[in-house]
């Protein structure tokens, strides 16, 4: 009886280390917005090159002097336009390329950051090589200094939330640009709950995107 037992323990247990593995490794979802664009019109090819995430973090007071703040280049992204205005879009951000541009000039610090946000304290670039924001509504706006809402979802370390960007578009001559505003999102919201010790300096939970793409027209 206990040979049996132990016979029908072993497949248990790997059935169980397969399903904690899978849990482990498979991205986290939570709530987002229910896609309402269309891929119907014509069809833009993100210029990766002419396109940016422009980010800001903070210590204990938001300004300034207590800040980083950098770039992350797209890897990808297509954008649809319909009777001459952005219907959809998605945007893919290669996490590998995010650097710190206020360190430029001091290669030792920069490593330092650079290789700390890339880790497992921040954004476990390894695990998490790509983070995305897809448009789910445009919207046109009336005032302000915007043309556009844009409703969409946000992913970062597997974790998509809903965002709305305030954003400047333009549709001209084969090419599309979307400026966003520059919007606070709550990192640990999104996995990234790293604390340095206090005598270093609180980080803020607060991080601040701002998105700028040009799309080209397929030909």
């Not at 950098?70 to 990808?76: A, D, L, N, R, Y």
């Not at 897809?134 to 998509?160: H, R």
Request: proline fraction near 3%.
């Amino acid at each position: 009886m206990r040979k049996k037992l132990f016979s029908l323990a072993i497949p248990a247990l790997f059935v169980a280390a397969v399903m904690v593995s899978c849990k482990k490794d498979k991205p986290v979802t939570s709530e987002s917005n229910e896609v309402t664009t269309t891929k119907d019109g014509n069809q833009y090819t993100l210029d990766t090159l002419n396109s940016k995430v422009e980010w800001k973090g903070y210590k204990i007071f938001k300004s300034e002097s207590t800040s980083h703040f950098g770039t992350i280049k797209f890897e990808s992204g297509d954008v649809t336009v319909k009777e001459g205005k952005l219907e959809s879009g998605k945007f893919v951000a290669d996490m590998g390329s995010l650097t710190s541009e206020d360190l430029k000039n001091d290669a030792e610090q920069l490593g330092k950051l650079n290789g700390h946000l890339k880790s497992g304290d921040f954004f476990e670039v390894e695990k998490f090589p790509t983070a995305s924001f897809e448009i789910t509504k445009v919207t046109p706006a009336t005032e302000g200094d915007y043309n556009t809402l844009l409703d969409g979802n946000l992913t970062i370390k597997g974790i998509s939330k809903p965002v709305q960007f305030k954003a400047n578009v333009s549709v001209k001559d084969g090419e599309v640009s979307v400026a966003t505003e520059p919007k606070d999102i709550k990192r640990e919201e999104f996995g990234v709950k790293f604390q340095a010790p206090a005598a270093n300096g609180v980080i803020k939970d607060e991080v601040t995107l701002q998105i700028n793409v040009k799309a080209l027209e397929k030909k």
